[in-house]
């Protein structure tokens, strides 16, 4: 590092543009971080980065500094999530029961039971998958779908669109007039359905992807939901927002009120695109607090991404009102 510093102070400028081009195009100085499980090969890789590139650092720099002085190799969403919450977080301290009747494993979450798939085999399997949703959805959480300027309210509609173990369901179920949960995985649905159970009148579990074709695996949103009036969506579907949203057109112009919670993390340009279809369609939006560093793709500079925005629109009389909640 000092040497890079050296060469910066004696480089002329045009020579140094020739310098970083080299540097970022050229092994072994390659910047992209491939799910190695060497996280602090990642680490390496943002530090030279930003050494190199320093005007880019500035919006970063909080982020920086916990991965340097903080993060912890043994502990990857130390990375993922690149805030101190993250260590409020031990999953020793979970309690998992075990349903005899069902079979299952279930935590209480929010004074709720919250069902596991079998897939499961073991309680410490359910303690690190609670402890992982738990730091995802933490008041300080890029990751976090709601707060308390935006929110579900009482009798909305709601989609929950990739729901897994329905943990943002289940926080929202009691408040809701109907809830309609879409997740992929049939691995889910048995479990879903327990969790569920207690509200089975307002509740439709719905094992079928969101697309932009109908027929026995995929449905269009608007073909669903065309006669009905929707007031929330949540989507986190491993990186089909786009292609989803994209689709939505006809079912949000249809709709007086919507609010849409949307990941953008899961591609490098999620953020954007999406933003700029939100822009079209005329709604008003802000991005959750903080940054992510998705591991589990491949990252390039500058690496961090936006994790969730939150949108709104309301018509009122025909006339679009944007409204802030921030």
Request: charged share 25%; with cysteine.
């Amino acid at each position: 590092m000092k040497l890079f510093k050296l060469l910066k102070s004696i480089i002329p400028n045009k020579q140094k543009q020739i310098v970083k081009s080299y540097i970022y195009n050229h092994s072994p100085f390659r910047f992209d971080f491939r799910q190695d499980k060497n996280l602090n090969s990642l680490k390496r890789k943002i530090n030279l980065y930003f050494l190199i590139f320093p005007l880019k650092r500035k919006a970063f720099i909080k982020e920086i500094n916990f991965l340097n002085r903080e993060a912890k190799q043994s502990h990857s969403f130390s990375f993922i999530f690149p805030y101190s919450f993250v260590f409020n977080y031990d999953f020793d301290h979970i309690y998992v029961n075990k349903d005899d009747v069902k079979g299952l494993y279930y935590v209480i979450h929010k004074g709720k039971r919250l069902y596991y798939s079998r897939d499961y085999k073991s309680a410490l399997a359910v303690k690190e998958s609670y402890s992982c949703i738990s730091i995802e959805q933490d008041k300080k959480s890029p990751h976090r779908y709601i707060d308390e300027n935006f929110n579900v309210e009482e009798n909305d509609v709601v989609i929950d669109i990739g729901a897994a173990e329905g943990n943002f369901s289940l926080e929202v179920v009691e408040r809701v007039n109907t809830l309609f949960i879409f997740e992929t995985n049939i691995n889910w649905i048995e479990a879903l359905n327990a969790t569920f159970e207690p509200w089975k009148e307002k509740v439709h579990i719905i094992n079928k992807y969101i697309s932009n074709i109908d027929n026995d695996k995929c449905a269009t949103l608007y073909s669903l939901f065309k006669d009905i009036s929707i007031n929330f969506i949540k989507m986190d579907v491993e990186g089909a927002e786009v292609l989803i949203l994209k689709n939505l057109e006809k079912l949000l112009a249809s709709n007086s009120v919507i609010k849409l919670a949307l990941c953008t993390y899961h591609s490098k340009n999620d953020a954007k695109t999406i933003t700029e279809i939100l822009t079209d369609n005329k709604f008003h939006y802000s991005f959750s607090n903080g940054y992510m560093l998705f591991i589990y793709s491949i990252l390039t500079p500058p690496y961090f991404r936006k994790g969730l925005v939150r949108a709104q629109k309301i018509y009122m009389n025909e006339e679009l009102q944007t409204v802030s909640f921030t």
